[in-house]
Nanobody, 120 residues
């Protein structure tokens, strides 16, 4: 399964690094994506990285501020978030999929999420 960590309360302009830790020996067979969700809204794509860590996609809303990376030796994917804005406030989820996707309906394994709150 997947466990997110690193969320918290930060002022606008600040940074956070989220981690998505996985158990099991097959971590490097999955593409990993980050999504976020706010109350009353659908889960939206943030970033995704392929199995080997060489190919990634970042949503336009966070491009230039967020980056994604992975360490397969540690079974962990990271989401580095810089220059945070109040509109980045959401629950952030990581998800594993056999396809490299930005579609939240495709991943088969989800973490429980970590809350990120950005104050103005």
């Amino acid at each position: 399964h997947l466990v997110e960590s690193g969320g918290g309360l930060v002022q606008a302009g600040g940074s956070l690094r989220l981690s998505c830790a996985a158990s099991g020996r097959t971590f490097d067979t999955y593409h990993i994506a980050w999504f976020r969700q706010t109350p009353g809204k659908e889960r939206e794509f943030v970033a995704t990285i392929d199995r080997g860590g060489g190919i990634f996609l970042i949503d336009a809303a966070v491009k230039g501020r967020f980056s994604i990376s992975r360490d397969n030796a540690k079974n962990t994917v990271y989401l580095q978030m810089n220059s945070l804005k109040p509109e980045d406030t959401a629950i952030y989820y990581c998800a594993a999929s056999f396809t490299h996707t930005t579609d939240s309906s495709r991943p088969s394994i989800w973490g429980r999420g970590t809350q990120v709150t950005v104050s103005s």
